[in-house]
């Protein structure tokens, strides 16, 4: 017998296509990211590492910056170019920033619930307390901003075992939370289903600059290279996230890399650019 956690899975065959016959579908996202009072990011720019007990002011600081003036010059530039982004969003910064959330929905971008705080981890969660996390990031997320969320993505991409059942279980439409698939699959609890969208990694600026050390250059670079091998190479359906961090890319040394992609995406006309709620709701109803 299964387990209620165990759901049926239904993944899109080599035929699959976006809408108009498109085989390859880009999704632009930003993570606008915060820690909760007192938290700082266990990274930031300086390589000596604190003594332990000691509060990190400046990894605190160099976050921060995601908030002051990352969201902001990212999101004008997709404004600009006229592309839907889906902004993963933590709740303590609806709390601490409401117009500017607010301003993400009325601006017609998605908002991803992206859990209360970029240490408020689900995987370390029982489940009542799961449940009392989500339910606290999405009625503020919705209070604040009028747009109810419809997806999620855990910090790190990091949910528990049951998270996907919960949030079907909530009416959630897609989650990040997997890297096993280069296309999107539906997860079925007893009828309740969810998209599972993976999140990933190869055009993402955190473990582009942060992990790895390149400059921002090379996040152009593993962009056009894979979307080349994408639409010139395979031929099966597939989907590309590019993801920008408003504390990383959110300055100008690196927003100029997610505006140039955008550029690229834009100029492609065989190419579906997407959100990734429009990307659940139309794998729900081809998979119908």
């Given at each position: 017998?299964?387990?209620?956690?165990?759901?049926?899975?239904?993944?899109?065959?080599?035929?699959?296509?976006?809408?108009?016959?498109?085989?390859?579908?880009?999704?632009?996202?930003v993570?606008?990211?915060?820690?909760?009072?007192?938290?700082?990011?266990?990274i930031?720019?300086?390589?000596?590492?604190?003594?332990?007990?000691?509060?990190?002011t400046?990894?605190?600081?160099?976050?921060?910056?995601?908030?002051?003036?990352?969201?902001?010059?990212?999101?004008?530039?997709?404004d600009?170019?006229g592309?839907?982004?889906?902004?993963?969003?933590?709740?303590v910064l609806?709390?601490?920033?409401?117009?500017?959330?607010?301003?993400?929905?009325?601006?017609?971008?998605?908002?991803?619930?992206?859990?209360w705080?970029m240490?408020?981890?689900?995987?370390y969660?029982?489940?009542?307390?799961?449940?009392?996390?989500?339910?606290?990031?999405?009625?503020?997320?919705?209070?604040?901003?009028?747009?109810?969320?419809v997806?999620?993505i855990?910090?790190?991409?990091?949910?528990?075992?049951?998270s996907?059942?919960?949030?079907?279980?909530?009416?959630?439409?897609h989650?990040?939370d997997?890297?096993?698939?280069?296309?999107?699959?539906?997860l079925?609890?007893?009828?309740?289903?969810?998209?599972?969208?993976?999140?990933?990694?190869?055009?993402?600026?955190?473990?582009?600059?942060?992990?790895?050390g390149?400059?921002?250059?090379?996040?152009?670079?593993?962009?056009?290279?894979?979307?080349?091998?994408?639409?010139?190479?395979?031929?099966?359906?597939?989907?590309?996230?590019?993801?920008?961090?408003?504390?990383?890319?959110?300055?100008p040394?690196?927003?100029?890399?997610?505006?140039?992609?955008?550029?690229?995406?834009?100029?492609?006309?065989?190419?579906?650019i997407?959100?990734?709620?429009?990307?659940?709701?139309?794998?729900?109803?081809?998979?119908?």
């Open positions: 017998m299964s387990s209620p956690d165990t759901p049926t899975i239904t993944r899109l065959g080599d035929d699959f296509r976006w809408p108009g016959g498109k085989r390859v579908a880009v999704i632009f996202n993570a606008y990211e915060g820690w909760s009072d007192g938290q700082a990011p266990g930031g720019p300086m390589g000596n590492v604190l003594k332990p007990g000691f509060f990190d400046n990894a605190h600081s160099w976050a921060s910056f995601g908030q002051v003036r990352g969201i902001h010059r990212l999101l004008g530039y997709a600009r170019r592309v839907k982004v889906s902004v993963m969003t933590n709740g609806a709390e601490r920033d409401p117009d500017m959330v607010k301003s993400i929905a009325a601006r017609g971008h998605e908002i991803v619930n992206h859990s705080g240490d408020v981890i689900p995987v969660f029982k489940e009542d307390e799961e449940r009392a996390n989500l339910k606290r990031n999405h009625d503020i997320l919705a209070s604040v901003s009028g747009q109810a969320p997806g999620w855990s910090p790190r991409g990091t949910g528990s075992l049951i996907p059942r919960l949030l079907a279980e909530a009416g959630y439409l989650h990040g997997c890297n096993d698939d280069d296309r999107p699959y539906v079925n609890y007893g009828g309740k289903r969810i998209v599972g969208i993976p999140l990933t990694m190869d055009v993402n600026d955190l473990p582009t600059t942060v992990r790895y390149n400059e921002p250059r090379a996040m152009l670079d593993m962009f056009n290279d894979t979307f080349a091998a994408m639409r010139e190479r395979e031929q099966v359906p597939l989907f590309l996230d590019v993801t920008a961090h408003t504390h990383v890319f959110g300055r040394s690196g927003a100029w890399v997610y505006d140039e992609i955008m550029g690229l995406a834009l100029a492609a006309s065989d190419v579906w997407t959100t990734r709620a429009e990307m659940a709701r139309y794998v729900l109803e081809k998979t119908a």
